[in-house]
Nanobody
């Protein structure tokens, strides 16, 4: 079974920076896509950024130029560097992994982390 564990959330002032990390554990051979979603109170969960095993990235328009996603395939870890944070970035951030192949060839369609709170406030 695949587990995703996020870290790095917290309280930051507008204009500040945070770096989120998410490590996947279990019998993992490869993960096709890793990404970050967020959900603010009263709103639907939305994609923030994603990255394939080959390094192709995708960003929500609202974070382009401010957030950078990266991953370490050897460590099955994905990062989200968040700069120039705004109050509207306040949300619970969830790590996601899609198309996870185990060492025995089993496929897990997706997995989610438990979420980490990011609060941007003065």
């Amino acid at each position: 079974q695949v587990q995703l564990v996020e870290s790095g959330g917290g309280l930051v002032q507008p204009g500040g920076s945070l770096r989120l990390s998410c490590a996947a554990s279990g019998s993992i051979f490869s993960i096709f896509v890793m990404g970050w979603y967020r959900q603010a109170p009263g709103k639907q969960r939305e994609l923030v950024a994603s990255i394939t095993s080959g390094g192709s990235t995708n960003y929500a328009d609202s974070v382009k130029g401010r957030f950078t996603i990266s991953r370490d395939n050897a460590k099955n870890t994905v990062y989200l560097q968040m700069n120039s944070l705004k109050p509207e970035d306040t949300a619970v951030y969830y790590c996601n992994a899609e198309r996870i192949y185990s060492r025995t060839g089993e496929l897990t369609s997706d997995a989610w982390g438990q979420g980490t709170q990011v609060t941007v406030s003065s």
